[in-house]
């Protein structure tokens, strides 16, 4: 069965620090999101991403995040200057419409 | 933004009986409803939805009942299996597809 797929499954970074989370999605969806979950609290949407375009994006995501498509495979999420509340599981999802989106198995990003 | 509200953080049933999770909303602007369940260190893994034209959906052991005067929803999943212990997240979205998450149900399902 496709599946949306996250590397790596836990990174570890320096305050200040850029990372890079890397997702690749089910392979005919057109629709790709990053979503987090700060411990002990709700899943929370930072960006939707259609047509080589944001569509939408939460206050989450400010100007230390950026997503990218950079070939047709990979969607990229990078924050750019990591600051300690950043750390949290991030989730992939990829949806084929405006239906039902599947969930990669998530980043663990640990900022100290 | 309690938008999606899930008031029970968890819920403990025996095996076979029926776990009914509960799901409120307050945006009448939502259209689509979706239940994800989800294990530790894993991703959310969808499971049932229902579009705000019905009022029930069923897939096997699961239905999902929606009542849109009320602005609730519930999962029903019936027999319950000790496989079923889980959170289950109710996420919604409104005309697109930015999906909004209640805080999530414990199940624990007990043999």
């Known amino acids: 069965e496709p599946e949306v797929t996250q590397t790596p499954s836990h990174q570890v970074t320096q305050m200040g620090q850029e990372v890079i989370l890397r997702c690749v999605p089910i392979?005919?969806?057109?629709?790709f999101y990053w979503y987090r979950q700060i411990l002990g609290q709700k899943v929370e949407f930072l960006v939707s991403f259609y047509n080589n375009e944001i569509s939408e994006k939460s206050e989450i995501f400010d100007d230390q995040f950026s997503v990218e498509r950079p070939d047709g495979s990979n969607f990229t999420l990078k924050i750019r200057s990591t600051k300690l509340e950043d750390s949290a599981m991030y989730f992939c999802?990829?949806?084929?419409?405006?239906?039902?989106?599947?969930f990669g198995q998530g980043t663990r990003l640990t900022v100290v | 933004d309690q938008q999606v509200k899930q008031n029970s953080p968890s819920l403990s049933v025996q095996e076979g009986r029926i776990s009914i999770l509960n799901c409120d909303y307050t945006n009448s602007m939502f259209d689509y409803f979706l239940w994800y369940k989800k294990y530790p260190a894993e991703g959310p893994t969808f499971l049932i939805s229902?579009?705000?034209?019905?009022d029930k959906n069923e897939d096997g052991r699961f239905t999902v009942f929606l009542n849109k005067s009320a602005k609730h929803l519930s999962l029903h999943i019936v027999p319950s299996q000790p496989g079923d212990s889980a959170v289950y997240f109710c996420?919604?979205?409104?005309?697109?597809?930015?999906?909004?998450f209640g805080a999530g149900t414990i199940l624990r399902v007990k043999s």
């Open positions: 229902i579009s705000s034209i019905k």
């Open positions: 996420a919604a979205s409104a005309g697109g597809n930015k999906l909004v």
């Open positions: 999802a990829s949806s084929e419409g405006t239906d039902e989106a599947f």
């Open positions: 392979s005919n969806h057109l629709y």
